[in-house]
């Protein structure tokens, strides 16, 4: 929600500067009423515009599918529902965040049952298909092989492509100049969203393995000191008995 929100307002604050300072002559912001005619065609293309794309982005943002991150306790399985009609090009991308070995259990099913994409004990994957039938299809997560370890599992589901920022529909003319910046910039942004999701879940294994490591190295510093101090106490004690003076006791024999 907050990268569809960023990309918004980038692409309003992008078409508001190309409207008012693309032409050959700068002129201040004033009041519509004292607009000149040509100026006042520009602002009404540019409020049509803007309308046009804040319509197509959020068409886009409703058909990104599902993103999810979620834990999975040890000994247990997490299953998904999707409907989806036939035809549809479909992704599920997941990637294990935290805990143990990093690796899960996938396994995709379709309306009948029939098994599409199964693999076991995988960090990381991506699998793309076309639904061959109408109906819900579901996917499974699996921590069933873990017996004491949960994970922490992150899945993007995308159901179908995104429509075009500009449709072609009753259409007789080529994009504009300002069309094909804003068709870019679109694909620049979901390009860097995409990057955005990596880093952080990059980011959260990075942190989750180095809390690990930071966990081991305190008991093992823990553990050292103990025995460093059981055998500097031992070195002292075996010292002192060396330089200890002994009582013998004499015992005289009958004459």
Known sequence: MYAFF???????LIIWKCSWFAGPQRYQMTSIATLPSAKMCSYHGTIRL??????????CGWASGSELTFELPDNAKQCFYEDITVGTKCTLEFQVVT??????????????GTVLYKEMKKQYDSFTFTAAK????????????????????YFDFQVGEDPPLFPNENRVTA???????CVS????????????THFRLREGQGRSRAEDLNTRVAFWSIGEAFILLVVSISQVVLLRSFFSDRKTTMTRVGS
């Open 175 to 181: 994009l504009t100049q300002m069309e094909s910046a």
């Open 134 to 153: 109408n109906g819900t299809y579901k996917f499974c997560f699996s921590n069933e092989f873990s017996t004491f370890t949960h994970k922490t599992v």
């Open 50 to 59: 803007f309308v046009q794309v804040l319509w197509a982005h959020l068409l």
């Open 185 to 196: 910039i679109h694909e620049a942004l979901k390009s860097v969203i995409d990057y955005q």
């Open 6 to 12: 960023s990309n918004s307002v980038a692409i309003c």
């Open 99 to 112: 805990g143990g070995h990093y690796d899960v259990d996938c396994r995709l099913e379709d309306v009948d």
